[in-house]
């Protein structure tokens, strides 16, 4: 599985890069925030997740969809930055962080 990462932080890199390696994930990294020009970058990857800068809506998710993502996911406990209707409607899954012991999906 290829994933795409936005908006990684400095302190997200080491964990991100050993549990990739733990779990056979190709993890590619950005500190850019998600766009509709710079959804070209997510090409090949099946997900993709965000930290909660951008605003995640309708044509983003039309090009994410395009190159066959097919989950997303935020690395927040919030998810007002994501068109979960949009999401929904073209067949991909989205989840959020929520404190340990467990995370949850929102969608479909």
Known sequence: MKLYLYEVRRDEREDIAREAARLGVEALCS???????????????????VLGQGHI??????????????????????????????????GIAVCAAAYPPTGWRISP
Not at 59 to 86: C, F, M, N, P
């Open 57 to 90: 809506g309708r044509e983003v998710l039309e090009r994410y969809a395009a190159q066959g993502v097919k989950a997303l996911s935020t690395r927040t406990v919030g998810y007002d930055h994501i068109d979960l209707e949009a999401a929904h409607s073209l």
């Open 31 to 49: 500190g850019d925030v998600p766009t509709a020009e710079n959804a070209g970058r997510v090409a090949g990857c099946q997900a993709v997740s």
